[in-house]
């Protein structure tokens, strides 16, 4: 309940910036660099993280906060699809596919600001975007893990 306007401005921006945002600036940085290996994982991991993560929603139908505390900032299409972040997911599932140590180091740094302004915005716990970092990480690990393993 406790706001600032600039936060809360900054906050809608990051909630309106669609994962498929993240996904094209990733995809420009792969073409750039000429890894084109990581394009199939690419696409592995976020059709993974949409089944993943629109499965969980459902099963566990969890509040978001903001039905409780009554304070909601941004309209949200269901209220009870709190567990786990999609957006904290789909922004850390792109850790694994940056090779430069520089570039892992900003990712982290978006990471952190996505998932944070999910928990401020009230749509979100902090564990729901504890366990979706948790899982968009690994969800691109296993990406790439099963393309590799295929190839050879």
């Known amino acids: 309940s406790y ?38 994982p690419l696409v592995l991991s976020f059709v993974l993280y949409f089944l993943i993560v629109n499965i969980l929603k459902i099963v566990i139908a969890r ?19 709190s567990f786990p972040s999609g957006h904290a997911t789909s922004v850390s599932l792109l850790l694994p596919f940056f090779n430069s140590n520089v570039f892992k180091m900003i ?9 944070l302004s999910r928990v401020y915005l009230g ?6 975007v504890i366990f979706g970092v948790l899982l968009g ?15 050879k």
């Open 3 to 40: 706001r600032i306007p600039i936060l809360d401005n900054i906050a809608i921006f990051i909630e309106y910036l669609k994962w498929y945002i993240l996904f094209s600036i990733v995809l420009i940085i792969v073409l750039i660099t000429k890894n084109y290996k990581k394009i199939l």
């Open 63 to 81: 509040p978001r906060p903001y039905v409780d505390l009554k304070n909601e900032l941004v309209n949200v299409t269901n209220p009870y699809r």
């Open 123 to 128: 749509v979100h716990y902090l564990s729901d």
């Open 137 to 151: 990480y690994l969800i691109g690990e296993l990406s790439l893990y099963l393309i590799n393993k295929k190839k």
């Open 107 to 115: 990712w982290w740094v978006i990471v952190i600001i996505v998932s």
